[in-house]
């Protein structure tokens, strides 16, 4: 702890069950609750699988749930919950499924729409119970108040941050994630330590959160290769489902910087998923941030494993050399972005002031542009 | 993180308001949540002081808590309590009223008493709200589900574990603990630490506990003498704080071990304060288990700035310097504990099966006898 212990909000599930058949704490917590109208919002694999979440009497589902999903995607969602009017809102999926979960559990009967709530803190309450249960290893939304709902017309994230969309229950079980194919475990996995870097490293950081942002480096610096080599490995996969958590911790309070600002356009315009394009920018804004942030890259280095360093080369090399021995593929074109679109994506990134503003290096749109180009 | 990620059940209050100035927390929240008959459960010196806590319209305040409060305050408290009719309560003090405060939410038209909820989720439900405002750091009782009340015939501790004690909102603002004079300051700050040591060396420790565990030992390590030797120094003050939350987040799922079971006589049966009791054990408890919990017991000896060590007089010398150095009082026989009663005081302690039964290393009756003599 270098940092002054400044003052600070933290919001937290009250009850965060983790390990192996965690997701039993579901039912036993609906049951506790008095909870009979379940509602559960997840992507067409989790939605055939609900019945995993041991829920008694009719429960409704809404299995449509989208990657990045965007404006549509919620109206489906709400229009599902207008009819089935539920008592609990059960997000079960990853990011997006509880995103929408969180959404879909204040927007119903409030009065508000989406565009009246967009910001922080502009949800008026909550009416029913909320209960989040992760189904991948990469965003943390289960411990977080924030929601993100891609605008069609303008490939715009709009992000929602709300107390009232916290948790009641954030039932955490690695077993869920055992499925997850090798490619998706290690993007989401560096995008949980993205999550926790951008934090550490962020002009908002704190103490309170540093805590949990490097744990969260070290946690998937010692678990992730494991379970890119064997998605069965229960240890490495409760290991991640915990950094994922820590990560999530880290969004609410301080949050992400350029990391993630620089990755968005390539979801937003070139619909790649988050933890891949999270995980291919990462070395480079862990580069260019190197010597700005010097002693928490160093931690950052050697929480990976590797031989700590503040030489911008030499980071970029070790977190570089990390995601590409995971097998994440690392360039632009292979992902099909060409380079005519550079200019643009610099654009947008460099208008995300929300995350850039707290980047501890200021970035232009030039340095994005330029770190377009290194990835190409 | 070496051991293993096994199942774990983490409670939390929704919200914590950390740092200088957290106090105006309290008001916004009970405004938000629309409150209009607080009672505030406090000892007499934070009764007089509670126009801090920014309260609109009338206050109800029971100011007659009392150190290690037994079951006649618990029953004065519960008669205000039926008085006021209150709809939030608010603990403002230590442990022993913030431990009050969470039984007064509770018990008041439960139908339940005091001892049908003694043990673990014997409370039945909450009807009001419950904020917690530390002002010692020591307890961390503020972010745990527990309350402690003695047995005037037995002199025994009654332990109610219940999640409907936790608090909405714990709002730790250092700034409250500037008045605590240095002998307490001490003797709280060892306090808070023995919490994490012990919850760090239990048989029962966890890999998501030990995180807060090591953090709140390297800022006592870090902050107390600062605090001890300055009273106003707001930084020490802050650090010792987080210190105490980390302390009582090592409580709920975990738990105290020796150290605390061996102390608890000296309370009981001498009327010893909680923190003095623990200090003056401490040391003694964490050289018995070093060789058991060999890794750890290092980390500790680290943590609080000395040259880390396994070997028991080792980690004796550097821990009971590290008291002293504080000032705290180490020898029984200056705290008018008689050598005769060290008998009966290692069979009370002994027959504490709830704590010792997870010490690292198995302690007989004979062998708390030797550490009272040591200590005598």
Same mark, same amino acid.
């Given at each position: 702890?270098?940092?002054?212990?400044?003052?600070?909000?933290?919001?937290?599930?009250?009850?965060?069950?983790?390990?192996?058949? %965690?997701? @039993? *704490?579901? /039912? +036993?917590?609906?049951?506790?609750? !008095? $909870?009979?109208?379940?509602?559960?919002?997840?992507? #067409?694999?989790?939605?055939?699988?609900?019945?995993?979440?041991?829920?008694?009497?009719?429960?409704?589902?809404?299995?449509?749930?989208?990657?990045?999903?965007?404006?549509?995607?919620?109206?489906?969602?709400? %229009?599902? @919950? *207008?009819? /089935? +009017?539920?008592?609990?809102?059960? !997000? $079960?999926?990853?990011?997006?499924?509880?995103?929408? #979960?969180?959404?879909?559990?204040?927007?119903?009967?409030?009065?508000?729409?989406?565009?009246?709530?967009?910001?922080?803190?502009?949800?008026?309450?909550?009416?029913?119970?909320?209960?989040?249960?992760?189904?991948?290893?990469?965003?943390?939304?289960?411990?977080?108040?924030?929601?993100?709902?891609?605008?069609?017309?303008?490939?715009?994230?709009?992000?929602?941050?709300?107390?009232?969309?916290?948790?009641?229950?954030?039932?955490?079980?690695?077993?869920?994630?055992?499925?997850?194919?090798?490619?998706?475990?290690?993007?989401?996995?560096?995008?949980?330590?993205?999550?926790?870097?951008?934090?550490?490293?962020?002009?908002?950081?704190?103490?309170?959160?540093?805590?949990?942002?490097?744990?969260?480096?070290?946690?998937?610096?010692?678990?992730?290769?494991?379970?890119?080599?064997?998605?069965?490995?229960?240890?490495?996969?409760?290991?991640?489902?915990?950094?994922?958590?820590?990560?999530?911790?880290?969004?609410?309070?301080?949050?992400?910087?350029?990391?993630?600002?620089?990755?968005?356009?390539?979801?937003?315009?070139?619909?790649?998923?988050?933890?891949?394009?999270?995980?291919?920018?990462?070395?480079?804004?862990?580069?260019?941030?190197?010597?700005?942030?010097?002693?928490?890259?160093?931690?950052?280095?050697?929480?990976?494993?590797?031989?700590?360093?503040?030489?911008?080369?030499?980071?970029?090399?070790?977190?570089?050399?990390?995601?590409?021995?995971?097998?994440?593929?690392?360039?632009?074109?292979?992902?099909?972005?060409?380079?005519?679109?550079?200019?643009?994506?610099?654009?947008?990134?460099?208008?995300?002031?929300?995350?850039?503003?707290?980047?501890?290096?200021?970035?232009?749109?030039?340095?994005?542009?330029?770190?377009?180009?290194?990835?190409?």
């Amino acid at each position: 702890m270098t940092a002054q212990l400044h003052s600070i909000e933290i919001l937290r599930p009250n009850r965060i069950e983790f390990g192996s058949g %965690a997701i @039993a *704490s579901v /039912a +036993r917590y609906a049951a506790e609750r !008095g $909870f009979v109208r379940p509602l559960v919002v997840a992507d #067409a694999f989790n939605a055939a699988r609900v019945d995993r979440l041991g829920l008694a009497g009719e429960i409704a589902v809404f299995g449509e749930v989208k990657p990045e999903p965007d404006l549509p995607n919620l109206e489906a969602a709400l %229009a599902r @919950a *207008s009819e /089935a +009017r539920p008592d609990v809102v059960i !997000g $079960f999926g990853g990011g997006s499924a509880m995103d929408l #979960a969180k959404l879909v559990a204040v927007l119903p009967g409030s009065g508000q729409t989406l565009k009246d709530v967009v910001g922080p803190e502009k949800v008026l309450g909550r009416a029913v119970g909320l209960i989040q249960v992760p189904t991948t290893a990469g965003t943390g939304s289960e411990g977080g108040t924030r929601a993100l709902v891609t605008d069609p017309e303008t490939q715009n994230k709009l992000a929602v941050q709300s107390r009232f969309m916290l948790a009641d229950l954030a039932a955490v079980d690695p077993d869920l994630t055992m499925t997850v194919p090798p490619a998706v475990t290690a993007a989401t996995g560096v995008d949980a330590m993205a999550h926790c870097v951008e934090a550490f490293t962020s002009r908002k950081a704190h103490p309170i959160i540093d805590l949990y942002a490097l744990e969260g480096v070290r946690l998937v610096g010692r678990f992730l290769a494991r379970a890119v080599a064997d998605g069965s490995d229960g240890e490495a996969r409760a290991g991640l489902a915990l950094a994922s958590l820590y990560g999530g911790f880290c969004l609410g309070p301080v949050n992400t910087t350029a990391g993630h600002a620089v990755a968005y356009p390539l979801g937003a315009r070139h619909h790649i998923a988050h933890g891949l394009a999270c995980a291919l920018i990462f070395p480079h804004t862990l580069a260019f941030n190197a010597q700005a942030s010097a002693e928490k890259t160093a931690a950052v280095i050697d929480a990976l494993g590797a031989r700590p360093t503040t030489d911008p080369a030499g980071v970029f090399e070790a977190a570089y050399g990390f995601c590409e021995r995971l097998g994440v593929e690392m360039r632009l074109s292979a992902l099909g972005v060409p380079e005519s679109d550079f200019e643009t994506m610099a654009t947008e990134a460099h208008g995300i002031r929300r995350l850039l503003d707290n980047n501890p290096r200021d970035m232009s749109r030039d340095d994005i542009l330029a770190i377009y180009r290194r990835a190409a």
